[in-house]
């Protein structure tokens, strides 16, 4: 049983560009969190989502960042208009129900030039 | 505000010794705590949970001591091997809310031989 799998592991874009970050749970699982991680820093909450519904996303930054879980395929994190500060891990967690334990994947790793 | 506070930042320990890993929270409403370990380009992986009715729980070499009235719980992890380097996080979690991981600053671990 595969894990929760995240690509790209590594993305680097410069500023200004689109970031996508893809996110695919684990088999069964329909409940996928988000958390960043800057250098040094524990992991911060981002969003919750479960399919085709955005549970809390009190941790989303207000402008350029939006996730969406769709029926079918990934859930997708985006990061318009790129600035360094964006430099980051990012990771996805997987649930199979909302107290369920969460797996976290192997992260993407951001990095604005 | 930090609602999860980690102690220390880093840790040396030699082998055979005992790590102790110190947390501490602000929110009563808090109701379920995690330990997770991560490596090194990993994801985070849950190592042992604990909740505020039980004042400790011991898997393996792992042992959470919980502290309610103080709002403190550690990680004690006995007969420390090399293998257990790595970065330690404590986390918080609010049951009757998105069960969203709120995470402590982190503890780099180094065992040495």
């Known amino acids: 049983n595969a894990g929760v799998m995240q690509n790209p592991r590594h993305l680097v874009r410069r500023r200004g560009q689109e970031a996508r970050l893809r996110c695919s749970p684990m088999?069964?699982?329909?409940?996928v969190y988000w958390y960043r991680q800057l250098p040094e820093e524990g992991l911060k909450f981002m969003v919750y989502?479960?399919?085709?519904?955005?549970?809390?996303e009190s941790g989303m930054p207000k402008e350029r960042f939006s996730a969406e879980f769709p029926k079918e395929g990934p859930s997708i994190l985006r990061i318009q208009q790129v600035v360094r500060g964006d430099s980051a891990a990012y990771f996805c967690?997987?649930?199979?129900?909302?107290?369920?334990?969460?797996?976290f994947g192997p992260g993407t790793r951001l990095t604005v030039l | 505000q930090q609602q999860v506070k980690q102690s220390p930042q880093s840790l040396i320990v030699q082998k055979g010794g005992i790590s102790i890993i110190n947390c501490a929270y602000e929110?009563?409403?808090?109701?379920?705590f995690p330990w997770y370990q991560q490596f090194p380009g990993k994801g985070p992986a849950l190592l042992i949970a604990?909740?505020?009715?039980?004042s400790e729980k011991k898997e393996g070499r792992f042992t959470i001591s919980f502290n309610k009235s103080a709002k403190q719980f550690s990680l004690h992890i006995m007969d420390s091997q090399p293998g257990d380097s790595a970065t330690y996080f404590c986390?918080?979690?609010?049951?009757?809310?998105?069960?969203?991981?709120?995470f402590g600053s982190g503890t780099r671990l180094l065992v040495r031989p």
């Open positions: 929110n009563t409403a808090f109701d379920y």
């Open positions: 967690a997987s649930s199979p129900g909302e107290r369920g334990e969460q797996f």
């Open positions: 989502l479960q399919k085709e519904n955005i549970i809390d």
């Open positions: 088999k069964g699982h329909s409940h």
């Open positions: 986390a918080a979690v609010r049951m009757d809310s998105s069960y969203k991981l709120i």
């Open positions: 604990i909740r505020p009715d039980v």
